[in-house]
């Protein structure tokens, strides 16, 4: 009777796990194939993209998406599929943009992959809130990057450029060392890499105007770095150097979030592998600094120390509104020293790669900053001001034609979580949208035959670059979400390009092997900004005179 029993309960066992296998493949049969043919949106234009078994682990990167919106017929909406056959809406016309980011701003919200990477490393912060808790923090956020703050700010900018520039020989490897011919100066001539360099001035740079902090990280990144007391419970002290780390663009954590985006987050974010310790141990670190930076301005402003807060950063100004609370501040803090260093540095890097392809451009630059900028020797000029940057046409040129033509944001996702309507199409609940900056900036419907081409000149005698719609430029996004820190980043991108092409001029290695969009260089992978891969140089001379 025992072996009877025991029979029958592995033929029961035998049967259910058929009954579940049967059932996966179902689902995943239906999920793959019938779904799509039963969407509500199936009448939208949709591309060519050959036997879902084929693609079932492609997501489709912005180059691809450019060439449906040059060649498919349609009205400011394409549907097309993703990873695992998953349907996508991409948003093809300035006028489709305007309505995601004005008129729906708060009916849609970041998908599950797209905000447990983002949280995972920047916080939940200002720019991935949602809802009724992003309108409450944009209110408090918006004086400290007002007019009047930014131009208060603005000599501090330029101080860290200074010392980046300066900064800048420690981080080449010397081909040669002459003598100029006007001067007694040794001139520097070699190979560099800025990556480091410009990532370092941005960690310096938001830890002043955010934080009041001085991270050092210029300092700590050359041959002699300085040396970080064994006992030091400072976190701060270290902070910069390690944070670095995360700036970093390589094959390997490339690879990291690809496998993220098919076996899901939530696990990838689990693996043993090195890039996930890697991030897990950065942002211990940077935590732990975010408190303490919390805890000494709530300290400060309790006791008034003398001259400690003369004049309020961002995160003495949030907490003077009474707002947040204690963890919001360290939630914000963490976010803001990320947003407000990988973008800013990373369209820096493409600004001096551009350049590098455009002598003729960087020297017409050079020869504008020099005739205006007084050199950072001169220690008895008057300290430089925004108005005298903002003046400087072909300046405000390029960085405003870097911005359009290199946007570092590619493809950016949002989910629908309402109802909504689209360029006159309803669209439902749970609906995945994507839109894109980089193509809509460059999109030869709405700027020209040479919208794919690198040409400051088109901002010299037009406010609006030629473009015929004002949702054409999508770098900093649009609507109630559009980028508070707009004017930092372009102030933060003037000191840089100003400095760095005053100073130095750069060329291409192999100038034949590259382009300007740099795909060689970079990785444009959809989930992620399109950033420089760790190991790009350029060549550098240094140019007496300035």
């Known amino acids: 009777m025992a072996l009877i029993a025991t029979l029958s309960q592995s033929k029961l066992l035998l049967g259910l796990s058929i009954l579940l296998l049967a059932g996966t493949c ?54 097309y599929h993703g990873i695992f056959n998953r349907e996508r809406l991409f948003v093809a016309s300035p006028e489709a943009a305007k309505d995601l980011l004005t008129t729906s701003a708060y009916k849609s919200i970041k998908p599950e992959l797209q905000w447990l990477l983002a949280n995972n490393i920047a916080g939940e912060g200002l720019l991935i809130q949602e809802g009724e808790a992003h309108k409450q923090a944009r209110k408090r956020f918006n ?41 007694l100066d040794k001139s520097m001539e070699g190979v560099t890499s800025i990556l480091k360099l410009v990532s370092a001035a941005s960690i310096d740079m938001i830890g002043h105007f955010g934080f009041n902090v001085n991270f050092n990280t210029l300092k700590s990144i050359g041959p002699q770095k300085r040396e970080v007391p064994a006992a030091s419970q400072d976190p701060t002290v270290k902070f910069g150097r390690a944070y670095i780390g995360m700036f970093k663009t390589t094959k ?62 961002m995160l003495t100004s949030l907490i003077k509104t009474g707002h947040f609370s204690h963890g919001d501040l360290v939630e914000q803090t963490v976010h803001f020293l990320a947003a407000a260093t990988e973008t800013v540095a990373g369209s820096v890097c493409w600004a001096i790669h551009l350049l590098s392809r455009h002598p003729d451009v960087q020297a017409r630059l050079r020869d504008e900053i020099r005739e205006t900028i007084p050199s950072p020797h001169d220690t008895a000029s008057e300290p430089v001001s925004d108005t005298q940057f903002r003046n400087l046409k072909y300046l405000n040129a390029v960085v405003q034609e870097v911005l359009r033509y290199h946007s570092i944001n590619t493809l950016l996702w949002r989910e629908f979580a309402e109802p909504a309507t689209i360029v006159g199409v309803p669209i439902p609940t749970h609906t995945s949208i994507v839109f894109s900056p980089w193509a809509l900036n460059r999109d030869p419907a709405h700027w020209g035959p ?33 980028c508070v820190g707009e004017q930092y980043a372009r102030d933060e991108l003037l000191c840089m390009v100003a400095g760095l092409i005053g100073r130095y001029e750069f060329t291409p290695i192999a100038p034949q092997m590259g382009t300007d969009e740099g795909q060689e260089i970079g990785d444009n992978f959809a989930l992620t900004l399109f950033k420089i891969m760790e190991g790009w140089k350029l060549n550098v001379k240094e140019i007496p005179g300035w």
């Open 26 to 79: 179902l689902y995943i049969i239906f999920s793959l194939l019938i779904k799509p043919l039963r969407s509500p949106l199936r009448h939208l234009p949709s591309p060519n993209q050959g036997s879902v078994w084929l693609r079932l682990l492609h997501e489709p990167r912005v180059p691809e998406i450019e060439k449906w919106m040059d060649t498919l017929p349609h009205s400011g909406l394409i549907r």
């Open 143 to 183: 004086p400290i990057f007002s007019p009047a703050r930014m131009k208060e700010w603005f000599p501090s900018l330029w101080h860290k450029t200074i010392e980046a520039i300066e900064a800048l020989p420690q981080q080449t490897e010397e081909t040669s060392l002459r003598l100029a011919d006007d001067s």
């Open 252 to 313: 390997r954590g490339q690879l990291t979030l690809e496998a993220a985006s098919i076996i899901g987050p939530k696990l990838a974010l689990k693996l043993p592998i090195p890039a996930v310790r890697t991030i897990d141990g950065i942002m211990g670190l940077v935590r732990q600094t975010a408190e303490h930076i919390v805890v000494g301005h709530k300290q400060a402003l309790v006791s008034d120390e003398d001259g400690k807060l003369a004049k309020d950063d």
């Open 450 to 482: 040479d919208a794919r081409c690198f040409v400051p000149e088109r901002w010299l005698d037009d406010p609006s670059g030629g473009a015929d719609h004002s949702y054409s430029f999508l770098t900093f996004g649009g609507g109630p979400r559009r």
